[in-house]
T-cell receptor
Framework: QQQVKQSPQSLIVQKGGISIINCAYENTAFDYFPWYQQFPGKGPALLIAIRPDVSEKKEGRFTISFNKSAKQFSLHIMDSQPGDSATYFCAASDGTSGSRLTFGEGTQLTVNP | GAGVSQSPSNKVTEKGKDVELRCDPISGHTALYWYRQSLGQGLEFLIYFQGNSAPDKSGLPSDRFSAERTGGSVSTLTIQRTQQEDSAVYLC???????????FGPGTRLTVT
């Protein structure tokens, strides 16, 4: 059972544009929602994370929007740059399972110069 | 400081052989996770170690997979009688304490021929 669904699978954006990636989850026990960025040949690196007590979190050009009632959260990358080209994974965890992460399928982002 | 390291970075093995993958977590991190990333798919949880507690093995796909963590530090993931479907990138992550970020290693790419 896929507990975290991510879309789109791939995304192409022009430099300076806004990249938007969406995720939906099923398990209402999830209480931590991170986004990871992965470059080829590297392990995932935490980009930004949110807990369900807030609806939005912004760090630089990266913003998470969280909708608890809809069980959805999204990543917005403002002023996208070619260096942002990578695979992005949303994830979720709950404190009762050792904080193990359940990942979405990933989105391959390409930012054209 | 040093991050999570994994060895080997690449491993090619013949079907039916046993393989061992090693993870060196960040010093002082009490929690250690193994995930598997298959081609074109998201990351799948395998096993979780927390201090001296019994590991959470609920993600291991079959009894051919096992892992141990010695002295609360280094971990080894062993796959016995490898099959072609075991081909994937095996990622290790460590975490300092509950609620903290998981830091990923670069992974071991396993190819079973």
């Amino acid at each position: 059972q896929q507990q975290v669904k991510q879309s789109p699978q791939s995304l192409i954006v022009q430099k300076g544009g806004i990249s938007i990636i969406n995720c939906a989850y099923e398990n209402t026990a999830f209480d931590y929602f991170p986004w990871y960025q992965q470059f080829p040949g590297k392990g995932p690196a935490l980009l930004i994370a949110i807990r369900p007590d807030v609806s939005e979190k912004k760090e630089g050009r990266f913003t998470i929007s969280f909708n608890k009632s809809a069980k959805q959260f999204s990543l917005h990358i403002m002023d996208s740059q070619p260096g942002d080209s990578a695979t992005y994974f949303c994830a979720a965890s709950d404190g009762t399972s050792g904080s193990r992460l359940t990942f979405g399928e990933g989105t391959q982002l390409t930012v054209n110069p | 400081g040093a991050g999570v390291s994994q060895s080997p970075s690449n491993k090619v093995t013949e079907k039916g052989k046993d393989v061992e993958l090693r993870c060196d977590p960040i010093s002082g991190h009490t929690a250690l996770y193994w995930y598997r990333q298959s081609l074109g798919q998201g990351l799948e949880f395998l096993i979780y170690f927390q201090g001296n507690s019994a590991p959470d093995k609920s993600g291991l796909p079959s009894d051919r997979f096992s892992a141990e963590r010695t002295g609360g530090s280094v971990s080894t993931l062993t796959i016995q009688r490898t099959q072609q479907e075991d081909s994937a990138v095996y990622l290790c992550a460590s975490r300092l304490a509950p609620g903290n970020e998981q830091y990923f290693g670069p992974g071991t790419r396993l190819t079973v021929t």
